[in-house]
């Protein structure tokens, strides 16, 4: 999409809240007033949250609305809030807003009124956030800690400097989740127990990852999705994955073609996956296990370049650990510890990758802490709010 700007009109005096799907305004207000740590990729999240507008404003039966409010013209916040059918906390239907920037609480309180009653109008009684959609350019949460990380496709980001979370709690909105990021990737497990025979660990080709959809669909949502506060998953976001995977693999090339595999011979499975994977046209940032006997996918990690990095024109060095799955019966079998150890080692090894962030971790996973703490140290906090909406 190219950029098109629209200011909108407003012509009296007093704070104002509006409400707009003209998309020339929309990215008018997002140019002025979206903050992006980075300013390098600022057009490039502009145009992409634009693109996402488009494609939702263009669906009738779809709930979303972008809010903003001024004052004698100028700018002084916008939020979006929206109803999507596959966002799930804690298992049900959830309507969430996102986006949220306001310079003053005033402006705060009369973009959230209208998302509340945005709400109330489609019988919700429960508004969560932030949820930046597109997950790939926004994220989960409000940022409080890890400011001097590095930008993170994947990974919400807000104005260090802004009162935004102060004021949500004024007006009502409760802490609810807390979700951390680590640098969890950064060295081999050496405490993890010995992969069961049993198992195979394979990296695929993306063609053939795109087959298994079904499969990690379903292998999610078994897993996960009926516990998560936050489950942000579904055929969208599937699909979305796959279309960053397609875009770094152009610019994933393999900078050591002389490894020796040898090196990580004593690593459980690493010569089996090894001798199984077409280096050339494998995704190197997505692992998977399957039961050898039945060839049922059994667990997954998948990860993300840092796409960041792609639209800065850096290598690609970054890497985004955003989801494991481990099915149920198979826990115990050194499945998640060799996902990391094999995955690791090919990918800086081979493709060059330097940093791992295991990301948007929740406090409340246990297996997931005791999983990945002991190996990790923090690198950023996130919280996410709700408030009960009551009936006017």
Request: glycine residues 6%; proline residues 5%.
């Amino acid at each position: 999409m190219e950029i098109s700007l629209e200011k909108p009109i407003v012509k009296v005096k007093e704070l104002t809240v509006a409400s707009t799907r003209k998309i020339s305004e929309i990215q008018y207000i997002l140019t002025e007033f979206l903050y992006v740590p980075d300013e390098r990729l600022k057009l490039v999240v502009v145009l992409e949250l634009a693109d996402y507008l488009t494609e939702k404003f263009l669906n009738p039966d779809y709930k979303i609305r972008f809010f903003y409010t001024a004052q004698n013209g100028i700018l002084t916040g916008f939020v979006i809030c929206q109803i999507d059918g596959e966002f799930k906390s804690y298992g049900k239907p959830c309507p969430t807003f996102g986006w949220l920037h306001a310079k003053n609480f005033l402006s705060c309180k009369m973009l959230m009124n209208e998302c509340e009653n945005f709400i109330r109008q489609n019988n919700f009684r429960k508004l969560r956030g932030p949820m930046n959609y597109p997950k790939i350019i926004g994220g989960i949460g409000w940022q409080t800690e890890g400011f001097s990380s590095p930008m993170m496709s994947g990974v919400a980001y807000n104005d260090p400097g802004s009162n935004v979370l102060v004021y949500l709690k004024e007006l009502g909105y409760k802490i609810d989740t807390k979700y951390s990021c680590v640098d969890a990737f950064v060295k081999i497990w050496t405490k993890g127990k010995e992969l069961d025979e049993s198992i195979m660990i394979r990296f695929l080709p993306l063609n053939e990852i795109k087959a298994l959809k079904g499969q990690i669909l379903n292998l999610a949502q078994q897993s996960f999705y009926s516990v998560l506060a936050d489950a942000a998953g579904g055929q969208s976001r599937f699909d979305e994955i796959m279309e960053i995977f397609y875009q770094a693999s152009k610019e994933v090339h393999i900078i050591n073609p002389n490894f020796d595999p040898q090196t990580f011979a004593d690593m459980p499975g690493f010569l089996d996956t090894w001798n199984a994977a077409d280096l050339e046209n494998i995704v190197s940032t997505s692992i998977f296990a399957f039961d050898r006997p039945t060839g049922e996918l059994v667990g997954v990690l998948m990860a993300q370049p840092n796409l960041f990095q792609l639209w800065t024109g850096e290598p690609l060095t970054h890497m985004n650990v955003d989801t494991v799955i481990i099915k149920k019966e198979y826990a115990g079998k050194g499945i998640f510890s060799a996902l990391h150890n094999i995955g690791k080692a090919l990918s800086s090894a081979v493709y060059g990758y330097n940093y791992y962030e295991g990301t948007t971790i929740w406090a409340n996973n246990d297996r997931a802490i005791k999983s990945i703490f002991p190996h990790s140290s923090p690198l950023r906090t996130h919280y996410v709010v709700q408030k009960r909406i009551l009936r006017k």
